[in-house]
């Protein structure tokens, strides 16, 4: 069983949150960049390869992934944080700040920014098809993450740069998401469409970073909801990357993150197109090269 968080470096802290089905690991490629300047803690999410597992009778959802999220941060003297989550961990984030948990909050290509109602067609074909592809081919993952044209092709949905990522880094990955014990419930739950629910008021500085060439989730049509309820903050392109874009170019994303997290803390104000407190950016929207 691998290790179910990291954690390292030194500073103000910093809680990473990886995307569904994938683990702590996720966050390998910009972890030496972001513990310059931050105590970092990356925990694998609950019910996740590695994660702690959801308690006996509870129900699978975001809320109660939260309320564990809560609990680790407690145990470990996290009383509030920067955060920075990629997709399922980027939705996390979000709503971590609108407990009042952050400092500051950066979403990468963030889940559950659509409008009301089921997942994204692209998303849920992906993990159904990966669901049955790792159900039916487990003894072969080893292959797949060692052979490079097997591994781009595996990963051809995820980054825009697969070359990017070594073999035992996409193991690892595969590992995840073979081992990962709430896909099934987290399927069943996104197809119906009452995964993600509200967002409430969110206090702190926020950054939505979403890449061009994210072929599971599309800007603009699969942010709407997210540019409604907090209108005013920092939304950037992440030129060329995709859905995983650490991967593809750690150094810029750690940059988008250090740029939010480096901000000093500013009063928020009430949106007055949105019932979500925020905080106004300090740059209009951007390209990120």
Known sequence: MPEPFHA????????????????????????????????????????HFGGEPFPTGTRVS???????????????????????????G?????????????????GICPAGC?????????????????????RVGRPLVATVARRPRSRALALRELVAHPETVTASDAYAMFLGSAECAV??????????????????????????AYSTRDRLLHWPEHYTRIRRQLPDADYVALEGLGHLPMWDDPELIARTILEITARPQSPCRPSQSSSSAICQS??????VR
């Open 90 to 106: 980027g939705w996390l984030a979000l709503q971590l700040a609108a407990r009042g948990r952050a400092l500051s909050v950066v």
């Open 8 to 47: 390292g470096g030194t500073g103000e802290p910093l809680v990473l949150l990886h995307g569904f089905t994938d683990t702590w690991r996720a966050w390998t490629p910009v972890l030496p960049l972001l513990e310059r300047d931050h105590a970092v803690f990356a925990p694998t999410l609950p019910g």
């Open 282 to 287: 300090l740059e209009p929207p951007s390209v």
């Open 114 to 134: 659509w409008e009301y109602g089921p997942a994204p067609r692209s998303v849920l074909l992906y993990f159904r098809r990966n669901d049955l592809l790792f």
């Open 62 to 88: 975001i809320p109660a992934t939260i309320d564990m999220l809560e609990r680790q941060l407690d145990a470990r003297g996290i009383r509030r944080a920067h955060f920075a989550g990629s997709s399922l």
């Open 183 to 208: 896909v099934p419930d987290a399927i069943r739950l996104a197809a119906s469409g009452d995964m993600f629910g509200e967002l409430g008021p969110i206090g702190c500085p926020v950054r939505i």
